[in-house]
């Protein structure tokens, strides 16, 4: 005797399997680190109230994006290991399109170069540049010493 499958099992389903996953999908953290800016955080917080988010839309957690229905449930969450975590993990710089040209070779400044370097941490594109200028000088320092022997 077979075993019959049951009814009303999502998994194998992949439109609804879809369907949920993208009803869970908050922002990324590139627009979150958009959203930290002070005048688009000050936007946020001070929103008017509205009946369709949790607690008015009065309780927000800018770092998360989320609604919380009062002062204490927000007070809980920032104790919270998933509100740490998203907070160190918007830390670290978004990729801009200029780096990720950077990374794959791509050149877009048409042989034009900074006469200062930009202060700031440094970034993946910065990080090419010092490295492509340690290479031609050792390069160069190469061919000085195979020309004196």
């Known amino acids: 005797m077979t075993r019959v499958r049951r009814k009303r099992m999502h998994c194998n389903n992949k439109e609804l399997h879809?369907?949920?996953?993208?009803?869970?999908?908050?922002?990324?953290?590139?627009?979150i680190q958009e959203d930290l800016k002070p005048e688009n955080k000050q936007r946020l917080l001070s929103i008017p109230e509205d009946e369709d988010l949790p607690g008015l839309g009065q309780h927000y957690c800018v770092e998360c994006s989320r609604y919380y229905i009062d002062e204490r449930a927000l007070g809980e969450h920032n104790r919270g290991r998933e509100h740490k975590r998203r907070v160190r993990d918007l830390k670290?710089?978004?990729?801009?399109?200029?780096?990720?040209?950077?990374?794959?070779?791509?050149?877009?400044?048409?042989?034009?170069?900074?006469?200062?370097?930009?202060?700031?941490?440094?970034?993946?594109?910065?990080?090419?540049?010092?490295?492509?200028?340690?290479?031609?000088?050792?390069?160069?320092s190469a061919d000085r010493t195979m020309d004196t022997e």
């Open 92 to 140: 670290v710089p978004a990729y801009t399109q200029k780096e990720a040209e950077a990374a794959v070779g791509l050149v877009t400044d048409n042989g034009r170069t900074l006469s200062t370097p930009v202060a700031g941490p440094l970034s993946l594109l910065a990080l090419k540049q010092k490295n492509d200028i340690v290479a031609a000088a050792k390069a160069s």
């Open 18 to 31: 879809q369907k949920y996953k993208s009803k869970r999908r908050t922002k990324d953290l590139d627009q």
